[in-house]
T-cell receptor, first 114, second 116 residues
Framework: AQKVTQAQTEISVVEKEDVTLDCVYETRDTTYYLFWYKQPPSGELVFLIR??????QNEISGRYSWNFQKSTSSFNFTITASQVVDSAVYFCALSEAYGQNFVFGPGTRLSVLP | DADVTQTPRNRITKTGKRIMLECSQT?????MYWYRQDPGLGLRLIYY???????NKGEISDGYSVSRQAQAKFSLSLESAIPNQTALYFC???????????????FGPGTRLLVL
């Protein structure tokens, strides 16, 4: 069975600090996909990134970076020089390659204080 | 215009009432999903549909029903609403890419439902 754990329920940082959001997953499949979504206070779910299990290259997009490590079943998300606009709930999700649905973690609420 | 739309965006109803939430998409995806979000629980799958003739129950389907009227439309009904169905409801779409691999899910803006 699939499972996604986000152990950090809430994180607070001061603006310009770096912050890492943890995601640990469980799956029996050898081919799967991992995702991060952002849910700002307005409520919509915004897709941030998708990573295939066969591609362990880390990715950087502006102030965002993702560290995928199959050895520890982790897909962590780092925001560099955080900004108030980064305040949101962030969800990690897993989909098996031919899976019928996605499994979401419980989310991490990030508060960036000015 | 948004690729995935949901109506209504907000709804207040009373216990025992029947209510329908609608979802439309212009992405041309075959797969559509309904989730509910409760604080601290993330998103939980209610129903999903892989095409017009394929409807499947998700993790928490009791008390809900769905209708896939067309490839682009997927409706969620609460036959007799109860207060613990108060939640934020999301519709999502996805598709299979070449090779049969699951593509990214894209979400509608959500419907906030309050059952009194």
């Amino acid at each position: 069975a699939q499972k996604v754990t986000q152990a950090q329920t809430e994180i607070s940082v001061v603006e310009k600090e770096d912050v890492t959001l943890d995601c640990v997953y469980e799956t029996r499949d050898t081919t799967y996909y991992l995702f991060w979504y952002k849910q700002p206070p307005s409520g919509e779910l915004v897709f941030l990134i998708r990573r295939n299990s066969f591609d362990e290259q880390n990715e950087i997009s502006g102030r965002y970076s993702w560290n995928f490590q199959k050895s520890t079943s982790s897909f962590n998300f780092t925001i560099t020089a955080s900004q108030v606009v980064d305040s949101a709930v962030y969800f990690c999700a897993l989909s098996e390659a031919y899976g019928q649905n996605f499994v979401f973690g419980p989310g991490t609420r990030l508060s960036v204080l000015p | 215009d948004a690729d995935v739309t949901q109506t209504p965006r907000n709804r207040i109803t009373k216990t025992g009432k029947r209510i329908m939430l609608e979802c439309s998409q212009t992405k041309g995806h075959d797969r559509m999903y309904w989730y509910r979000q409760d604080p601290g629980l993330g998103l939980r799958l209610i129903y999903y549909s892989f095409d017009v003739k394929d409807i499947n129950k998700g993790e928490i389907s009791d008390g809900y029903s769905v209708s896939r009227q067309a490839q682009a439309k997927f409706s969620l009904s609460l036959e007799s609403a109860i207060p613990n169905q108060t939640a934020l409801y999301f519709c999502a779409t996805s598709d299979l890419v070449a090779g049969g691999y699951q593509e990214t899910q894209y979400f509608g803006p959500g419907t906030r439902l309050l059952v009194l």
